[in-house]
């Protein structure tokens, strides 16, 4: 009974950010996954798939989330929510998914506590090879930022964040972290921010109200179907969010948006007003509706696209093609990027989930993980 009750909150959750921003009356705009027609027309080209896809894991009974991976190719992945998996963070080894750092630490089908996960998602690894995890907190009501040390697979930091800049309702699902000066930059979805915290002294401020942070009326088409929620088109407003190598750069969009946006995160570290920040602003380039994106050293953005099965790239010049397109991208929901110069791809056909289905799970497994030497 208690699983089947966190299951409607989650689900309750997940209505409330996927059917907000939409007006009655507002046009939707034609277009499929914000991808212009020459770049779709290479998609279908392209949609054999080939040999390239390598298979790092695959998952019969849950839905990996976020996948990230650390400079000796070790790979993480956090299991998505909207299955409430029994396990929450796994590091895959030989192909198969383990418990990390242990299985204490997982909720097992248990209520979640202070001293195990709840419902993470984002995950990443930094230049110092720390593992780092957002909790969005959808059982507890409490955002943690999580943060391992790979060389011991121990807790370094577990960071709850204050209910004035994560409050009760907040869905944080996506971050990035400048190792360097010990920032973290995380988007909220359900209330569409930006939140910057200094990982030095833990204070945290919040920038919103912006037009970019916002959903665009732009729908996600897959396989010639709108993804929908309670009879309306899905519309999630700030998602990606990702660094330059420099860390010098915040880059950001809407998950249901065309615009890949770039601001100064000096801006950020010296607290200036939301006015300053949002003058700052600007658009980098185009890219399809989209989930995960990651950003490489050259400047280069690797982009989820759902609805084409496809990764795309947009470069330092903001040229937008397409890297793979293969049917086999069944929702793409993150990607990341080895200093060996792969690029994992999770996959977990999250649009067939009850959340956007309205129905039963239509999922079809296997889900994977992917990768593809760049």
């Not at 298979?55 to 299955?83: C, K, W, Y």
């Amino acid at each position: 009974m208690y699983m089947q009750k966190f299951r409607l909150k989650i689900l309750i959750v997940f209505a409330t950010i996927l059917a907000s921003g939409v007006t009655s009356g507002q046009s939707v705009t034609p277009v499929s996954e914000g991808v212009p027609e020459k770049t779709r027309q290479e998609v279908k080209r392209k949609n054999s798939g080939g040999n390239r896809l390598e298979i790092v894991a695959q998952f019969g009974d849950a839905r990996p989330g976020n996948v990230a991976v650390s400079r000796d190719e070790r790979v993480f992945t956090t299991m998505h929510p909207l299955g409430n998996p029994r396990q929450q963070l796994m590091e895959i080894k030989k192909g198969k998914a383990l418990p990390f750092p242990d299985n204490e630490m997982q909720k097992n089908g248990n209520k979640a506590s202070d001293k195990t996960f709840d419902t993470p998602l984002g995950i990443s690894v930094d230049k110092k090879n720390r593992l780092w995890m957002i909790d969005m907190g959808l059982e507890l009501g409490k955002t943690r930022l999580w943060c391992f040390d790979l060389n011991t697979n121990t807790v370094l930091m577990k960071i709850e964040l204050s209910k004035e800049i994560a409050p009760e309702g907040s869905f944080i699902q996506d971050f990035a972290v400048d190792e360097t000066r010990e920032w973290v930059y995380l988007a909220d979805i359900a209330n569409p921010g930006i939140i910057a915290l200094d990982l030095k002294t833990l204070a945290a401020r919040r920038f919103s109200g912006h037009p970019a942070l916002q959903a665009e009326n732009v729908n996600m088409v897959i396989d010639g179907s709108i993804v929908n929620f309670k009879g309306a088109p899905a519309r999630v407003a700030i998602n990606p969010i990702t660094l330059s190598d420099d860390r010098e750069t915040i880059f950001f969009g809407a998950m249901n948006g065309t615009v890949w946006y770039k601001v100064p995160a000096e801006l950020f570290r010296n607290n200036a007003d939301n006015t300053t920040i949002g003058k700052a602003i600007q658009k980098f380039g185009n890219k399809p509706v989209s989930d995960g994106i990651a950003t490489d050293q050259f400047g280069n953005h690797y982009i989820t696209n759902p609805g084409a099965h496809s990764i795309n790239k947009l470069d330092a010049n903001g040229k937008l093609t397409v890297v793979i397109a293969d049917g086999r991208l069944k929702f793409p929901d993150n990607v990341a990027l080895s200093p060996q110069g792969y690029l994992y791809i999770a996959i977990n056909q999250l649009n067939t989930t009850p959340a956007f289905s309205g129905t039963t799970d239509l999922g079809n497994p296997p889900y994977y993980i992917y990768r593809i030497k760049l």
